[in-house]
């Protein structure tokens, strides 16, 4: 069964550091799109960062400067790097995996462009 499986969640300050885990199992997506969301208390889902090609990423304007993300092929794993955290940064964290190769013509800032989703990892970050 192929699923996606984040962890690394937690209580933090602001100003503090989390790294996000998300391990892929039942088939490797080495050649696809994988990505973070977020979803806020009282908000709709929105687009994190997202890696692509070879090492290619881009992130949401807001988190720019401060979330990192990695993946690691040999483990299908993927990471956020998550620094300088705010208040606003609290959230319930989606990983996603497109389920087709790469295409340049995907917006991969859309959840629709993914077809596996992980059960969300809760970040919350107090003042």
């Known amino acids: 069964q192929d699923q996606l499986v984040e962890s690394g969640g937690g209580l933090v300050q602001a100003g503090g550091s989390l790294r996000l885990s998300c391990a892929a199992s039942?088939?490797?997506?080495?050649?696809?799109?994988m990505a973070w969301f977020r979803q806020g208390p009282g908000k709709e889902r929105e687009f994190v960062a997202t890696?692509?090609?070879?090492?290619?990423?881009y992130y949401q304007n807001s988190v720019k400067g401060r979330f990192t993300i990695s993946r690691d092929n040999a483990k299908n794993t993927v990471y956020l790097q998550m620094n300088s955290l705010k208040p606003e940064d609290t959230a319930v964290y989606y990983c996603?995996?497109?389920?087709?190769?790469?295409?340049?013509?995907?917006?991969?800032?859309?959840?629709?462009?993914?077809?596996?989703w992980g059960q969300g990892t809760q970040v919350t970050v107090s003042s």
């Open positions: 996603a995996a497109d389920g087709d190769r790469f295409s340049a013509r995907t917006d991969y800032t859309q959840p629709s462009a993914y077809d596996y």
């Open positions: 890696i692509y090609g070879g090492r290619e990423t």
């Open positions: 039942g088939r490797t997506f080495s050649s696809s799109a």
